[in-house]
């Protein structure tokens, strides 16, 4: 069975601060990995992709992977009150398209 | 550009009913997918298509069915509605054929079954 394990929160962060969100993965084989956010009641729509293990900078948001420890992640740098949703890590093969549950995300004020 | 759209976006069906969900995209991609989406357990993909005229199972294809129509359309078939299908279903397409690329997805439909 190929899982994708995320923390499903909620996951509260303050107005400005750092949001980190995590997600790890069984499947060794996976090759492609996406961060996708989705607000109460739409589509989820992406956020980032990462493919190599290191840093991936985009804005505000940057997507971590550790290929060796079957782990990524997401951190949101000065989060917005409109940060706040559901997000979606996603692991791919070439078969497959495996999704987490989601961890929500709540940004206060 | 409309992206890939829906219909219908609400359906109520009785157990043992029919029906078909449509999906379809403006954006010339390759790959389209279906999915559904159940509180706490995220999206499971039900089948996906990687290019016209050809269609796979996914994780969950049991009491599916799907057509590749033609480039810009893949439909969903529920022959048999059960209360177990009651969920959100979401399209998606990819102009990627496979699963390397971005997935981008319709508003979805919201389905209960009775």
């Known amino acids: 069975q190929k899982e994708v394990e995320q923390n499903s929160g909620p996951l509260s962060v303050p107005e400005g601060a750092i949001a980190s969100l995590n997600c790890t993965y069984s499947?060794?084989?996976?090759?492609?990995f996406f961060w996708y956010r989705q607000y109460s009641g739409k589509s989820p729509e992406l956020i980032m992709s990462?493919?190599?293990?290191g840093d991936k900078e985009d804005g505000r948001f940057t997507a971590q992977l550790n290929k060796a420890s079957q782990y990524v992640s997401l951190l949101i740098r000065d989060s917005q009150p409109s940060d706040s949703a559901t997000y979606l890590c996603?692991?791919?093969?070439?078969?497959?398209?495996?999704f987490g549950a989601g961890t929500r995300l709540t940004v206060k004020p | 550009n409309a992206g890939v759209t829906q219909t219908p976006k609400f359906q109520v069906l009785k157990t043992g009913q029919s029906m078909t969900l449509q999906c379809a995209q403006d954006?010339?991609?390759?790959?389209m997918y279906w999915y559904r989406q159940d509180p706490g357990m995220g999206l499971r993909l039900i089948y996906y298509?990687?290019?016209?005229?050809?269609?796979d199972k996914g994780e969950v294809p049991n009491g599916y069915n799907v057509s590749r129509l033609n480039k810009r359309e893949f439909s969903l078939r529920l022959e048999s509605a059960a209360p177990s299908q009651t969920s959100v279903y979401f399209c998606?397409?990819?102009?990627?054929?496979?699963?390397?690329?971005?997935?981008?997805f319709g508003p979805g439909t919201r389905l209960t079954v009775l």
């Open positions: 998606a397409s990819s102009e990627a054929r496979g699963f390397s690329d971005t997935q981008y």
């Open positions: 499947d060794r084989g996976s090759q492609s």
């Open positions: 990462i493919y190599s293990n």
């Open positions: 996603a692991v791919t093969n070439n078969n497959d398209m495996r």
């Open positions: 954006m010339n991609h390759n790959s």
């Open positions: 298509s990687a290019s016209e005229g050809t269609t």
